[in-house]
């Protein structure tokens, strides 16, 4: 009997700062409900991760962590490609070729870029400009037809596929293109989840104030005070209203995003009773959705020769993925084979 092969699913963060809980309900969690029904391959993206200057020690450290929560998270490393992007040399080749066919004009419009060079201005390097590039390569190596992320990668791969169209349209044939253009998947609740002191800003893993974010290993007693002190209005009225109340509407779309409870059965239970239940409710679900996963943390992140055998292995399989892929870039393009 022959097989139907599973579509790709590719996607990735980068081990910077400490997952959040906008990284785990945007990405992770998504990535976890895939792994039975795609060949799935998730990256740590280190070589993305350089753009901004990291401590050699911490970056080693945070990619053992960041693995340790991929799988205690769910994702299972025999069913899943687990791997470090620069274990797969392919990644940063495909990126040159790439930067060939991407327009500075189109770089210039990338709404992260702009924002990353106004908060690091002393260290606008070229990798940063480049990085969108990168990510194009990430995706196309594998003939990745869906890509989970949140909100906030939209552009980056409206950019991919830009530029897959446009490789296909000089080196493809109509019926045997040279790569697949690939779907963004982004979740319909939690694709952008806001600061708690500021919500009309993204929560993000390397974020200075230590209350604006959750992170996936605070124990309950930080997450209940987080949520407690979370920036709300003057207002008492529990609301889906995100120009008027972000706060509200992000603690909403959290809570929503753990449980499946509708915005409007939120709006009547929480009706007259003011915020402080609604965001003790908020912790509450939270905590208990970060239980499992920091329950088995501790045990995966301890047994670091394990860590290192899925490493190994992710790397071979992703290797034997992409490698393919390089050379037929390389072949369409006339360079002579090895
Ligand atoms: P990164 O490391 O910034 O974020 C990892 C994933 O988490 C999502 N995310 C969020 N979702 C909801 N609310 C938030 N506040 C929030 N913050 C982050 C991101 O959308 C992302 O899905 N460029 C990528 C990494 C990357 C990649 C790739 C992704 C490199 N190559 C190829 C997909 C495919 C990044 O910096 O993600």
């Not at 200075?208 to 002190?229: C, H, Q, T, W």
């Not at 929503?256 to 709006?267: H, K, L, V």
Request: charged fraction near 25%; glycine fraction near 6%.
């Amino acid at each position: 009997m022959t097989q139907t092969k599973k579509q790709v699913v590719l996607s990735g963060i980068q081990p910077s700062g400490r997952l959040t809980l906008g990284n785990y309900l945007g990405a992770l969690r998504n990535w976890v409900r895939l792994q039975e029904q795609y060949d799935c391959c998730y990256a740590l993206v280190d070589l993305h991760t350089i753009t901004a200057r990291q401590d050699p020690k911490v970056l080693r450290e945070r990619c053992y962590e960041f693995l340790a929560l991929y799988i205690a998270c769910g994702l299972d490393p025999q069913k899943n490609v687990l791997f470090v992007q620069s274990h797969v040399a392919a990644h940063a080749q495909l990126a040159w070729v790439l930067n060939c066919y991407t327009m500075v004009g189109e770089l210039n419009r990338m709404t992260q870029f702009k924002d990353k060079s106004q908060k690091n201005a002393d260290n606008i390097n070229a990798g940063l400009y480049d990085y969108p590039v990168l990510m194009a390569a990430d995706i196309l190596l594998y003939d990745t037809a869906k890509v989970p992320v949140g909100d906030d990668q939209k552009q980056h791969l409206e950019l991919a596929r830009d530029v897959a169209i446009r490789f296909n349209n000089i080196y493809g044939a109509p019926d045997k293109p040279v790569f697949r253009v690939p779907e963004p998947m982004i979740p319909p609740v939690g694709a952008r989840i806001m600061g708690l002191q500021e919500p009309t800003a993204k929560m993000s893993k390397s974020d200075d104030a230590e209350s604006n974010a959750v992170y996936l290993l605070d124990g309950p007693d930080a997450i209940e005070r987080k949520f407690k002190r979370a920036v709300t209005d003057s207002g008492a009225e529990v609301r889906y209203a995100p120009e008027e109340k972000p706060g509200v509407a992000n603690l909403m779309s959290i809570l929503s995003a753990i449980t499946g409870e509708s915005f409007e059965a939120m709006q009547a239970r929480f009706a007259g009773q003011g915020y402080g239940k609604f965001k003790a409710a908020v912790a509450e679900a939270v905590i208990e959705c970060l239980k499992p996963v920091q329950a088995r943390y501790k045990d995966i992140r301890g047994d670091e020769a394990g860590l290192k055998r899925v490493l190994q292995s992710g790397a071979e399989r992703a290797a034997a993925k992409a490698e393919p892929m390089l050379a037929r870039v390389h072949d369409v393009l006339g360079f002579i084979p090895k």
